[in-house]
């Protein structure tokens, strides 16, 4: 049964890190497009970093620089490194994968076919 569970949010203060992690089971981490995306309250759901099954990554223009995603394939985990935290991080942030067949455009998974439950990242000024 392919599950994708999110970890490490958390409360820091402006400036600082976090490093969120997203186990993958049922599902390899580098046999699809995969990646984080965040909804703030009474916002939509945007995308924020995406890696495809070659290793190409792209970010959102807000976390360009200050965001890296990468894989480890011997864990199957995603992990998404913040840094330099702004208060306008402040989300709930999901990890998801595409199909087998689905691919990376822009910062998103097209299509999206599995999602974690989220974690909360708040960041105070």
């Known amino acids: 049964q392919l599950q994708l569970v999110d970890s490490g949010g958390g409360s820091v203060q402006a400036g600082g890190s976090l490093i969120l992690s997203c186990a993958a089971s049922?599902?390899?981490?580098?046999?699809?497009?995969m990646g984080w995306f965040r909804q703030a309250p009474g916002k939509e759901r945007e995308g924020v970093a995406v890696?495809?099954?070659?290793?190409?990554?792209n970010y959102a223009d807000s976390v360009k620089g200050r965001f890296t995603i990468s894989r480890d394939n011997a864990k199957n985990t995603l992990y998404l490194q913040m840094g330099s935290l702004k208060p306008e991080d402040t989300a709930m942030y999901y990890c998801?994968?595409?199909?087998?067949?689905?691919?990376?455009?822009?910062?998103?998974?097209?299509?999206?076919?599995?999602w974690g439950q989220g974690t909360q990242v708040t960041v105070s000024s």
């Open positions: 998801a994968a595409g199909a087998k067949s689905s691919y990376c455009r822009g910062v998103s998974i097209l299509p999206a076919r599995y």
């Open positions: 049922g599902v390899t981490v580098s046999s699809t497009c």
């Open positions: 890696i495809s099954s070659g290793g190409i990554t």
